[in-house]
C-alpha cells in the first residue's frame, strides 16, 4: 500500500499557472493507476485527470481539456497536475488517489487518498 501526500497548492490570479505535486511512499508505485480530484466549496468531490501506471496514458474533464495536464515519474514516485489558464472556479481542494492498474474517472474505485491541497484563483 502506498501513502500519498501532496503539495504545491496556493493562492494565483486568474489566467496564472499552479503545478501541484503528489508523493508517495510505499511500495509498487508504478503499479498504482493515479488520479486527481478536486472539491470545490459546496460541492461533491469530481474528477480531473488520470494516467495509467507507466504513464502510457491520460484523460482528464472536460472542464480542463487543454489547461491542465497530468504526468508522472516512476523513478521519483510523483504523479504532478500541471495546472494552466486557471479560473476562479477551479478553486478547491485537490486530491491525489492511487488504484491498482488501471485508470478509472471513478472516484469510489480509488483505494489510496492523500490529504489534499488547497488551491484558490483570484480573479
Known amino acids: 500500500q502506498v501513502q500519498l501526500v501532496e503539495s504545491g497548492g496556493g493562492v494565483v490570479q486568474a489566467g496564472g499557472s499552479l503545478r501541484l505535486s503528489c508523493a508517495a511512499s510505499?511500495?509498487?508505485?508504478?503499479?498504482?493507476?493515479m488520479g486527481w480530484f478536486r472539491r470545490a466549496p459546496g460541492k461533491e468531490r469530481e474528477f480531473v485527470a488520470a494516467?495509467?501506471?507507466?504513464?502510457?496514458?491520460?484523460t482528464s474533464a472536460d472542464s480542463v481539456k487543454g489547461r491542465f495536464a497530468i504526468s508522472r515519474d516512476n523513478a521519483k514516485n510523483t504523479v504532478y497536475l500541471q495546472m494552466n489558464s486557471l479560473k476562479p472556479e477551479d478553486t478547491a481542494v485537490y486530491y491525489c488517489?492511487?488504484?491498482?492498474?488501471?485508470?478509472?474517472?471513478?472516484?469510489?474505485?480509488?483505494?489510496?487518498w492523500g490529504q489534499g491541497t488547497q488551491v484558490t484563483v483570484s480573479s
Open positions: 494516467i495509467t501506471p507507466i504513464g502510457t496514458s491520460t
Open positions: 488517489a492511487g488504484k491498482v492498474f488501471f485508470t478509472s474517472t471513478v472516484e469510489r474505485e480509488y483505494t489510496v
Open positions: 510505499g511500495r509498487a508505485f508504478s503499479n498504482y493507476a
